[in-house]
């Protein structure tokens, strides 16, 4: 079973590609190029059968690169594609259910916006959760509170579970994210900027630091 690493959690988000004009699995292979903790697969708008073709395409990307692959909020395209693991949300699936369908030994996130979720998840059977977002973000269109460094470092105190910061992180954010306290910071738009993703993940990663 693969766990999450400390570092750079990377997503490979399809709007946030096209609209930098770059080729989703060619960037998730440049980032695969670095040690990540994990690359996660997020398409909002995305068709079922384009979504899980391309995620049957990264699964065995992740996989030779000894990384875990992710896929956000569907549970049915991460067992299809098999995917290491899913990440939910405060309106997907409960965490309950999803281990249920995805066995015990799949990586499973949680997304949560507040101390009070992360401090009701504790006994919820997730092996990570995402917080956030710890900036203001571009690559979601209804995001929630921004919650800051600080709110960040409360959750960090309040949560057995590794926490995975996203949310508008930059690279020169990275330093003061992870001594908040994040475990790894999950990356979007950042990594895509100037249109090298090659360059961009690896420079997160020194960045970001060793675990």
Excluded: W
Excluded at 37 to 52: H, I, T, Y
Excluded at 72 to 86: C, E, F, T, Y
Excluded at 104 to 110: K, N, Q, R, V, W
């Amino acid at each position: 079973m693969l766990v999450l690493r400390k570092g750079i959690y990377a997503i490979v988000d399809l709007d946030a590609c096209a609209t930098a004009g770059l080729d989703p699995q060619r960037t998730a292979a440049a980032f695969l190029e670095a040690p990540l903790a994990a690359l996660q697969l997020r398409a909002k708008q995305a068709d079922d059968r384009s979504l899980l073709r391309l995620a049957r395409a990264l699964a065995p990307l992740c996989r030779a690169a000894g990384v875990p692959f992710v896929v956000n909020d569907r549970i049915d395209l991460a067992r299809l594609a098999a995917a290491d693991g899913a990440h939910v949300g405060q309106d997907d699936l409960p965490p309950r259910e999803a281990r249920a369908l995805l066995g015990p030994d799949a990586l499973l996130g949680l997304s949560t916006h507040s101390t009070a979720q992360v401090e009701a998840a504790v006994d919820e059977p997730v092996d990570y959760l995402g917080f956030g977002p710890v900036f203001a973000t571009r690559t979601k269109t209804r995001a929630d509170p921004v919650v800051g460094l600080e709110g960040l470092r409360r959750a960090a105190a309040a949560t057995r579970h590794p926490l995975v910061a996203i949310g508008g992180i930059g690279l020169d954010d990275l330093p003061a994210v992870r001594a908040a306290g994040a475990y790894a910071a999950a990356l979007v738009a950042a990594l895509l900027e100037g249109g090298d993703p090659r360059r961009r993940i690896h420079e997160a990663v020194e960045r970001f630091g060793a675990g």
